[in-house]
């Protein structure tokens, strides 16, 4: 069965920096583009930062410059480092997983989601 499992959020002040971690079982994700996404109360999940096999990566506008998107395929675990942060940023954020090797901004190309981690940055 396959997982995905988020951990590294939390509270913190607006400026601030957090880093997620998504961890993989069930399948090697190593071949694979894998996503991070987040939904705020009343809104849509939408697309923050995605990275394929070959770290190539891609990044919503809003985060450019603050966050990164990395992997460690020997643990089949993916990162978002997020820095500056405001309070815009707070929502829940998902760690996603496509079968194929392209990253994508649109959640319906992603088969595999974590259950997501909260993220509240105060002003």
């Known amino acids: 069965q396959v997982q995905l499992v988020e951990s590294g959020g939390g509270l913190v002040q607006a400026g601030g920096s957090l880093r997620l971690s998504c961890a993989a079982s069930g399948r090697t994700f190593s071949r694979n583009a894998m996503g991070w996404f987040r939904q705020a109360p009343g809104k849509e999940r939408e697309f923050v930062a995605a990275?394929?096999?070959?770290?190539?990566?891609d990044y919503a506008d809003s985060v450019k410059g603050r966050f990164t998107v990395s992997r460690d395929n020997a643990k089949n675990t993916v990162y978002l480092q997020m820095n500056s942060l405001k309070p815009e940023d707070t929502a829940v954020y998902y760690c996603a997983a496509r079968y194929g090797v392209v990253a994508r901004t649109e959640r319906y190309d992603y088969a595999f989601w974590g259950q997501g981690t909260q993220v509240t940055v105060s002003s």
């Open positions: 990275i394929t096999w070959s770290v190539d990566t």
